[in-house]
């Protein structure tokens, strides 16, 4: 008789692992037990040798799908233990000494098993919207604390009833130890407040539909359902209470509706993500690819950017779904609720995030119905409390290659690598903000909070910071934030009685590409956003880096260019395009031909392009800046695309968009040497767009142009400075990289030099990934200190 206490490490908890201890141990005929401890699992099996060592091999083997093992450990156990020869599931427990680090599970969407249950009418859970089980459910948006038990989450105020209570004690039921376990009887029920819609109620509805929608005391459960859809199918605005937050639901294939839905919100041109049924009614809008159709089924369920058909799709969606791009945001139900609503209307459905443009996401009730009060038209909402706020996460592929856009639902806040070995904290920048904690090893990438700009999300950032410290056991003894002082996030950490460390923006781009793919030496890192301040005091954006984790010097970067009026050229790329055309570094090319200059102020209003170059020539209220995204805009402006953007990236979008699938050869271009940098005068390149344009040649062949020169300048950038002995991997990040084709002709061109060369995948490669770049250099700074 062998004795074996064991140890289990990673995401364990909530993904259904006592429950599969139990039966593998049961299974070979070993005693014992097992337990959720601290962030862990722990226990001890007795037993024959070979069948322990064979438990321990399908610790790791055979885990659950949702389980993420990261160690494994045994010690000797107790050979005379008190208790019975058999194998139990024991109470959780508090370790003596807390874990450094634990790890959080998060949501998954509804799995197969619970989904045909949902539609089998002998199914006692039939219709039940929050059907789940160890395989999938709400986690991190429910957990209040580890070990994970159900009183430590917000289904504590639903007592099991006798049927669900027999299932959670059944070793061979699905339900064994699933904590979010409910039933119609016992669990969380749906209420509806608003219209109860402008259609007859059914005959399904029951004899008495008629005096329950007519009831003053509100709608539930199933009526509060049927109200919903009834509002959905006239064409109204449903706010939804999902998994991490409201969302707001309308008819994807109703113009009218998405169009209200863009006024309400504000949020006149940003793409909104559709939700469909399943994978065909995918692939009829949208083409499915391999890799396209593993990230739409897998648990996190994110919204994936797909190509879509062209006038195909029954119905069609709304051409004001993604006005003007060839790409459409699908993904598939989440919840019991969203698969109801699909089945019962038969209609894709715009799922957007419950909040006005620039605000956090709505959670609480109360909150909610403030906020949305003028955009929703009613409110289907539940009794389950929402501890944690999660947006969609998104992500794109570029051929074989994934990138994260958002990292939130169903991703944050599962660990990521680290070199971390005393607690740190990063504390991101300013859009798209986040923040990470990392320790012993491993990184917790927080959700997405949104722009840091005002009271309200800088309250969701100290919320959301408060609650990862509490369920990790992180306690920072390092504060990592951007350069820039007036970022809310920067002047907080400077506040807070820790040591600080302070992260240019694009070492934190390439730094968070590099900690992802465990690039320990040094690299070539490309960082391409729009801005960010640089370590001598001006705006950075097109920069080549030779770095590590722990530091980086500038290898070569755009040209500067003024951006006239500062913060409004951004939302005015006709701005930032006369910038580059009057008052570009010079660097030895000739400024543009003037008849060419004049072919593009044309279309603008003379007086403002008359005090915008005597804004220019004087250099006044004119901040310079190398940055990519700018360069992106002012081509989508000289290309006429756009002069007035809405959201961040928009007019580099449209850009990629005008490209299409165009093959072009690359406009002018120059790199010169310039202050011992390899600089990228931009000059041609725009004189080239511009003449060009003037001679005719089609609008999707200059952009295709452009792209193209982009990926061309930078790899002669990055093979000059492999010539100068520089480093032969390469890390690219920032927001310009989300750009599909950039992406691809830069990676072909890198890798036809024999460099090796990465991106981001599960970290976005945005500024959602700033706060684990930024974790990741401080714990490189600050390596061997107590």
């Excluded at 890799?291 to 897998?298: G, V, Y």
């Excluded at 030496?521 to 956003?529: E, K, L, M, N, S």
């Excluded at 449209?654 to 931009?682: C, H, I, K, T």
């Excluded at 003449?691 to 999707?700: F, S």
Aim: proline share 8%; aromatic share 4%; glycine share 10%.
């Amino acid at each position: 008789m062998t004795a074996r206490h064991f140890r289990v490490e990673g995401i364990v908890q909530g993904v259904g692992f006592r429950p599969f201890v139990y039966r593998t141990a049961s299974g070979l005929g070993l005693s014992g037990w097992v337990a959720n401890v601290g962030g862990r699992v722990e226990g001890e099996v007795r037993g024959p040798g070979p069948a322990i060592e064979e438990f321990t091999v399908r610790l790791r083997a055979d885990a659950p799908a949702l389980a993420r093992v990261r160690r494994v450990s045994l010690t000797p156990g107790e050979r005379r233990p008190a208790g019975g020869d058999g194998f139990e599931v024991r109470r959780s427990a508090q370790p003596a000494a807390r874990a450094t680090t634990r790890e959080v599970p998060p949501d998954a969407a509804i799995c197969d098993a619970c989904l045909s249950e949902l539609r089998d009418p002998a199914d006692r859970r039939h219709r039940y919207p929050f059907i789940n089980c160890t395989d999938c459910g709400p986690r991190a948006t429910i957990i209040e604390d580890l070990p994970y038990d159900r009183i430590r989450t917000t289904m504590r105020r639903f007592p099991l009833c006798a049927d669900c209570a027999a299932e959670y004690a059944d070793p061979a039921d699905r339900r064994f130890h699933a904590e979010p376990v409910a039933c119609p009887v016992c669990g969380p029920r749906l209420a509806w407040d608003g219209p109860h819609g402008g259609n007859a109620p059914r005959a399904e509805d029951g004899p008495d539909a008629e005096d329950r929608l007519r009831g003053e005391d509100g709608l539930y459960g199933e009526d509060a359902l049927r109200a919903a859809e009834r509002v959905i199918a006239a064409g109204g605005i449903v706010a939804l209470k999902g998994l991490g937050g409201y969302q707001l639901v309308c008819d994807a294939t109703d113009p009218r509706a998405v169009a209200e839905v863009r006024r309400r919100k504000r949020r006149p041109a940003k793409p909104l993500a559709v939700m469909v049924a399943d994978v065909a009614a995918a692939a009829r809008l949208a083409r499915v690819g391999t890799a396209e159709l593993r990230a739409l089924t897998a648990p996190e369920r994110p919204v994936v950017l797909l190509a879509r058909r062209p006038g195909r799709g029954t119905p069609a969606l709304a051409p004001e779904v993604h006005p003007g791009l060839p790409r459409a945001g699908l993904f598939l139900p989440t919840t019991g609720t969203h698969q109801l609503l699909l089945d019962d209307l038969a209609l894709p459905l715009v799922v957007t995030s419950g909040n006005r443009s620039g605000e956090p996401i709505a959670v609480d009730d109360a909150d909610a119905r403030r906020a949305l009060a003028g955009i929703a038209d009613g409110f289907l909402s539940h009794d389950r409390p929402i501890r944690s706020r999660y947006d969609d996460s998104v992500v794109v592929f570029a051929g074989r290659t994934r990138v994260t856009v958002r990292r939130a639902r169903g991703l944050a806040p599962a660990p990521l690598p680290s070199a971390a070995r005393q607690p740190v904290a990063g504390l991101g920048a300013h859009l798209k903000h986040t923040v990470t904690l990392a320790a012993d090893g491993r990184a917790h990438l927080g959700p997405h909070t949104g722009d840091l700009a005002d009271l309200p999300t800088h309250a969701a950032f100290l919320a959301a910071y408060a609650h990862l410290r509490r369920l990790t056991g992180i306690e920072p003894r390092v504060l990592a934030h951007d350069l820039h002082p007036g970022y809310l996030s920067t002047q907080w950490a400077r506040e807070q009685p820790l040591p600080c460390v302070a992260v240019q923006h694009h070492h934190a781009h390439v730094a968070a590409c590099a900690a992802e793919h465990r690039v320990r030496g040094p690299f070539v890192g490309v960082a391409y956003d729009g801005l960010g301040l640089g370590d001598d005091g001006t705006l950075w954006g097109g920069e080549v880096l030779l770095a590590d984790l722990a530091g980086y010097r500038r290898l070569g970067r755009f040209a500067t260019a003024p951006l006239p009026g500062g913060e409004a050229a951004v939302r005015h790329p006709c701005r930032t395009a006369l910038g580059h055309l009057l008052g570009a570094e010079p660097l030895g090319a000739p400024p543009p031909d003037p008849r060419l200059v004049r072919s593009f102020t044309g279309r603008l209003d003379p007086a403002e392009v008359a005090a915008l170059s005597a804004m220019i020539a004087r250099g006044v209220r004119c901040p310079r800046a190398s940055s990519a995204g700018r360069l992106f805009d002012a081509a989508a402006s000289l290309l006429g695309l756009t002069d007035r953007v809405t959201y961040e990236g928009e007019a580099a979008v449209l850009l990629e968009a005008a490209a299409g699938a165009e093959r072009a050869a690359p406009l002018a271009w120059r790199v010169v040497r310039a202050g011992g940098l390899w600089v990228y005068d931009s000059t041609p390149t725009l004189s080239d767009l511009l003449r060009r344009r003037l001679d005719g040649e089609p609008v999707a062949a200059a952009a295709a142009a452009f792209h193209r020169t982009l990926a061309v300048v930078t790899a002669e950038i990055v093979t000059r400075a492999v010539a100068d002995d520089a480093p032969r991997t390469v890390c690219l990040g920032g927001g310009c990289f989300v750009n599909r084709r950039l992406l691809t002709e830069v990676g072909r061109l890198l890798r036809a030099q024999g460099l090796t060369v990465f991106a981001g995948g599960q970290v976005p490669v945005g500024d959602g990934g700033i706060s684990y770049g930024q974790a990741a250099v401080a714990a490189a700074r600050t390596a061997g200190k107590g």
